[in-house]
């Protein structure tokens, strides 16, 4: 072909959809009377109408009028986006027209269908298609990029979810390196000898699991060590390492995402007026009771003996925390199960506000240890001095009773370091202070930055079941977003910052909800990693110089839509 | 694309969308198939989900766009999964595809054959609360939006009368009554059940009165009457009255205690009905009659906080399943025992009976073609040697959301992203 | 050109809306075939949160007599809480407007989800009639240039 694309030549394609558009609007004379338009006069311009451009026939159509005229621009008047923009995209795909050239016009939803005066709805069509054909003509083309990735996850935290995550995501095309601050695999889960009887024949699953990732090759182990730097995105993120022991610089590698699994911890009774207990009292945490059966394989007193009478108190911390921790009921129906096996007849009261049963095979269990006798009392109130415990049942006056030891169920919350980890990243907490999900229902074990994922008790109170699944989850994820040897094609119509205009107030980083935004301290601006950007506008918005541009949607072309709406 | 590359996903509710447009995205092929003529499962008849309440809309129906124009992705409708042999990596499957009448290619949406259809009846996906025709689409914003044709009850399709008014009313050519079932054979590398989930019949526990008193109303029920999109564009009327409750009971656990086991979302919904009340009608008296509070998740005391805050009022009662409902004078009678055993009866305009998850009707027929296992519940059964997992007993078929056992979306989600990643990384360890 | 007296006025109203939550609505509305004032031209957005006081004072200046701003109710931005800063901007906005002597009212926020075609014709609706009553935008161009 001789000719040069020098000026601009717009088609614009006006659908019929069959009766929907051609009965409620008069096409003939959006075809009369666009071509005399004022902004039309110094330009080419072809408009026609078609009967159905989305069926296969109407796509060829539009396919070959785009080649046979060259247009430069593409206006396709139709139905609504949502239906067929991809559909129209894909067409200009076909034939080398950048479909950021081309703009899709709702005459059906938001004229055809809504306006009964023909005459008013042809009106609004009119204004609908000079708005688009004046904005097409300030759309410039974007051109998709493709990145290099780095198949590799780092995952912090070599518990169950840690361990978990990295035995599903490691293989010969993807290392995974697993960063522990302690001396040694396993995290909580070394502390248990029992798991619920839902979970059975398992308990040795964390031994196993350790052996099997320390044999894995494509498994990097640091113990003692902690994050010191992430620096990237999805597919790209620089670490660097910290030897906890002597605070020296550890390992630096790259990976294409990393994964928290930094647990959790039983929040302090001690600060708990109502539940103040001391070490020598038989007053005991979950998972010093948890412990105490894996050492000694019972349930004993200080002195040794086997307690006749045991107290049990659900939801410490519950109402202070302001969270359900959601596994404790099922523990203590473990703890009391494992009593009532230890001797036949130890007296068991159970204190509790609501049973929190949330597993289809929960309520079998409680019902089994209910049966065996234990006394399950709901309680509005509950205070223990050691081993006396007063309590108010629902509804009735307040009792109290001694027993011989007292299990506490203390609301799990965030490991240490949960809040400087999130700072480090720069993702959200949530109200509870676990980390927030980017979506709470949708992307449920991604933050807010894309690339980096929590899983487990870090990410909210979580049993084991549930943290193995949220592990595997985000390795389901990740296998989907970094393949190895595939490159990954980041959203285009994203914001840049015009460096000229930029005068470095950080307001667009600030509100950025995706960390997509970083000031470079050299040159003194906010610099966008497109890479980040998901193009939601927000710092365009926001920008009190006007320096940001947000592609696609710039002040330049929005202008233009705005001069016809109201012209 | 090598057939054993492609994986199957049953059912097209949230969690077996979200698993097919991972895999697609990923580039893997997928066939989706759902029973129903319409995607979105049970997630897009609610209006809004808790804890955020966001409209479900919004959250989904993008979803379900991209399920529809994703090119990996083969969604095949009113299709049931009817016979599966072979094993992990080579599984033939054999789908029972109905007939929809109507071109989903040729098809518009522009909904002409409704009006001229001379058949009405009852819409069911809409609870039976307003009526469709014998071509119809289950509630506006169906996706996709091309009408169905029930053939029971199309006078053509059931030969009772000969009619051809719809297909004179489609200007596009896409009905197509002499369309047949068909039997559609496949080969696949793996499967993903996502089948989802049923509502406890509440007709169970006649002392509730459901069926029996017009103002006792199921969960589904109530979210489809407060849907902006539902039969009365989300204005609560009471059933044949016409007129708005003063003051509505919702009874927590219906069904629990006869099924064994508890749903673990049934509270947030009452609490969600709670607070739709609240707001939309200020000066009714909202009652919430429950058990146990069920709140598994970090924030859902948060939103259970808010929602005391609002005023509702909380009763105890240990034993849903004791409470009698009877009516007089136009007033339900609510008789409960309160915290002392002494009864107490409460007088409403409306009862809401937040009812159990139960499993899926076509769960027992699915598990034999699949040759998995159900628990003693009718949920199907993952891996008995795992502790937590979305492997069933049969190597390359998963079970993701409410098929293996009631759960929220977040876990729904999880365990569909966790089945994503077994189909994917299964072939990528062993070094394919 | 038309008179434009406040008795057979033709207002210019210019609707912003986000892409994922009020756009939607608009297609549920235009699906269910209700009718709706003519006079509101659509301008989609990726989210309400990119409207910024330029694009309200060009709209303004350059002769509309109202904007709708159409976005997601909040805690459903698509972006996580877009919707939140669109809040915020809008009450500037209108503190905007009041030192313009242009009558606030001719501004307004909307949350509309996806599901709510019929509030979608509502306030399109209201909003046309409200914007009728006000009459024509005072300002009648830009004053400042």
Not at chain 2, 25 to 48: F, P, Q, Y
Not at chain 2, 55 to 68: H, Y
Not at chain 2, 100 to 123: A, F
Not at chain 3, 55 to 65: C, E
């Amino acid at each position: 072909m001789e000719s040069k694309k020098t000026s601009s030549k717009i088609g614009v394609y006006i659908c019929e959809c069959g009766p929907n558009i051609a009965d409620n609007i008069d096409i003939d004379t959006i075809i009369a009377r666009l071509p005399s338009l004022e902004e039309y006069q110094n330009k080419e311009l072809v408009v026609k109408r078609y009967k159905l451009l989305c069926s296969n026939e109407g796509k060829e159509f539009l396919e070959n009028e785009i080649r046979e005229n060259e247009f430069t621009h593409l206006v396709v008047a139709a139905c609504s986006p949502r239906d067929h923009d991809t559909t129209f995209i894909n067409v200009c795909k076909k034939t080398q027209l950048n479909p950021y050239l081309y703009k899709m016009v709702n005459i059906r939803e938001q004229c055809a269908w809504i306006i009964p005066d023909k005459e008013k709805a042809t009106e609004k069509a009119i204004r609908y298609i000079r708005a688009a054909t004046s904005r097409v003509l300030k759309q410039s083309e974007l051109i998709e990029k493709q990145l290099d990735i780095d198949p590799g996850v780092l995952v912090i935290g070599g518990g169950i979810s840690g361990i978990e995550t990295a035995l599903s995501l490691a293989g010969k095309e993807r290392k995974v390196y697993l960063v522990e601050k302690s001396s040694e695999l396993g995290g909580k889960m070394n502390m248990f000898k029992e798991l619920l009887p839902r979970q059975n024949g398992n308990r040795d699953i964390i031994e196993k699991k350790i052996e099997e990732v320390k044999k894995n090759e494509s498994i990097t182990i640091f113990l003692e060590t902690e994050l010191e730097s992430a620096v990237g995105f999805l597919g790209n993120f620089e670490i660097s390492l910290k030897n906890i022991k002597n605070n020296q610089p550890g390992a630096e590698f790259t990976v294409g995402a990393i994964v928290a699994a930094t647990g959790f911890r039983l929040t302090d009774t001690g600060k708990l007026a109502q539940y103040k207990y001391s070490k020598e009292s038989e007053v005991y945490t979950s998972l010093e009771i948890e412990n105490m059966i894996k050492r000694d394989g019972k349930i004993v007193l200080k002195s040794g003996k086997e307690p006749e009478s045991v107290g049990l108190i659900h939801c410490v911390g519950r109402e202070e925390k302001g969270y359900c921790s959601q596994i404790c009921c099922n523990y203590m129906l473990k703890f009391i199960s494992f009593l009532q096996q230890q001797s036949d007849s130890i007296k068991i009261k159970d204190f509790y506000r609501d049973m929190c049963l949330p597993h289809k095979e929960d309520q079998g269990f409680f019902e089994e240890v209910k049966n065996k006798g234990a006394d399950f009392i709901r309680i509005s109130d509950v205070k223990i001095k050691g081993t006396h415990v007063e309590y108010t049942p629902i509804g009735k006056d307040k009792k109290e009773v001694d027993v011989d030891m007292v299990i506490l169920a203390p609301a799990m919350e965030p490991e240490k370091g949960t809040e400087e980890l999130a700072e480090l990243f720069n993702v959200p907490l949530s109200e509870t202070n676990f980390f927030q999900e980017e979506h709470q229902q949708l992307n449920p074990v991604e933050t807010s930055i894309e690339g980096i994922f929590i899983v487990g008790a870090c990410h909210g109170p979580a049993g084991i079941s549930e943290s193995m699944l949220q592990a595997q989850a985000a390795s389901g994820k990740i296998s989907t977003r970094l393949i190895p040897g595939k490159k990954i094609v980041p959203e285009v119509k994203v914001s840049e910052i015009m460096e000229d205009f930029c005068m470095g107030c950080r307001t667009c980083m600030d509100i950025c909800s995706y960390g997509a935004i970083t000031f470079d301290g050299e040159l003194s601006v906010c610099v966008v990693n497109e890479a980040i950007c998901r193009g939601c506008g927000n710092c365009a918005g926001s920008c009190p110089s006007g320096a940001i541009r947000a592609k696609h949607f710039t002040s330049a072309q929005i202008y233009q839509e705005i001069i016809e709406a109201i012209r | 694309m090598n057939s054993k590359d492609k994986i199957l996903v049953i059912g097209a509710g949230i969690a077996g969308m979200e698993a097919s447009l991972l895999l697609a995205n990923a580039g893997r092929s997928v066939l989706l198939v759902e029973k129903l003529s319409l995607t979105g499962g049970n997630t897009i008849k609610n209006e809004d989900s808790f804890p955020n309440l966001e409209c479900s809309t919004c959250m989904i129906a993008p979803i379900q766009q991209d399920i529809l124009q994703n090119p990996n992705i083969e969604v095949m409708t009113l299709s049931t999964v009817k016979k599966v042999e072979g094993e992990a990596g080579n599984f033939n499957v054999t789908i029972d595809k109905k007939a929809r009448y109507v071109s989903l290619v040729d098809c518009i949406g522009c909904g002409m054959c409704y009006e001229p259809c001379p058949v009405t009846l009852k819409n069911e996906w809409e609870e039976n609360l307003s009526e469709k025709k014998a071509i119809y689409v289950p509630c506006e914003g169906s996706l996709p939006n091309v009408p169905a044709i029930d053939p029971e009850h199309c006078l053509q399709l059931n030969g009772k009368k000969s009619c051809n008014a719809c297909v004179e009313a489609c200007m596009f050519g896409a009905i197509d009554l002499s369309e047949k079932d068909e039997e559609v054979q496949v080969d696949v590398g793996a499967v993903i059940v996502a089948t989802g989930f049923d509502m406890f019949d509440a007709g169970k526990i006649s002392n509730l009165g459901y069926g029996k008193f017009p103002g006792v109303y199921t969960s589904m029920e109530f979210e489809r009457l407060f849907a902006s999109n539902g039969p009365t564009s989300g204005e609560l009327v009471l059933r044949g009255g016409g007129e708005s409750p003063r003051s509505i009971a919702i009874i927590h656990c219906v069904g629990r205690k006869e099924l064994g086991y508890c749903s673990g979302v049934c509270c947030m919904d009452s609490f969600k009905y709670s607070h739709f009340l609240k707001n939309k009608l200020p000066d009714a008296k909202v009652y919430n009659i429950y058990s146990d509070i069920c709140l598994p998740n970090k924030t859902y005391q948060i939103f259970y906080n808010k929602i005391k805050g609002e005023g509702g009022g909380f009763i105890f009662q240990s034993s849903p399943e004791d409470i009698e409902i009877k009516e007089s004078s136009g007033k339900l009678g609510v008789n409960l025992t309160d915290r002392n055993g002494a009864a107490e009866s409460l007088d409403v305009d409306m009862v809401i009976l937040a009812c159990a998850i139960v499993p899926g009707k076509e769960s027992e027929n699915l598990a034999e073609s699949l040759g998995i296992e159900l628990d003693g519940k009718g949920f199907f059964l993952t891996r008995k040697e795992d502790v937590g997992t979305v492997e069933t007993s049969k190597a390359g078929i998963f079970v993701v959301g409410c098929a293996e056992g009631p759960k929220d979306i977040q876990n729904s989600v999880i365990q569909a992203e966790a089945a994503v990643g077994k189909a994917i990384l299964i072939g990528e360890i062993n070094g394919k | 050109m038309k008179p434009e007296g406040k008795d057979n006025f033709t207002p210019k109203i210019v609707g912003y809306l986000c892409n994922w939550c009020t756009y939607a609505a608009a297609d549920m509305a235009g699906s269910s075939k209700l009718e709706i004032a003519p006079e509101l031209t659509v301008i989609k957005v990726m989210c309400s949160s990119r409207i910024d006081f330029n694009m309200v004072l060009t709209t303004f200046f350059n002769g509309a007599d109202g904007i709708l701003i159409g976005g997601c109710h909040p805690g459903d931005c698509h972006y996580d809480k877009g919707n939140y800063y669109t809040r915020r901007r809008f009450a500037l906005f209108k503190d905007i407007m009041k030192i313009l002597k242009l009558d606030p009212e001719r501004l307004q926020l909307s949350w509309i989800s996806a599901s709510e075609g019929n509030r979608y014709a509502e306030v399109v609706n209201s909003f046309t009639e409200k914007i009728k009553k006000l009459g024509p935008n005072p300002l009648n161009g830009n004053p400042y240039f």
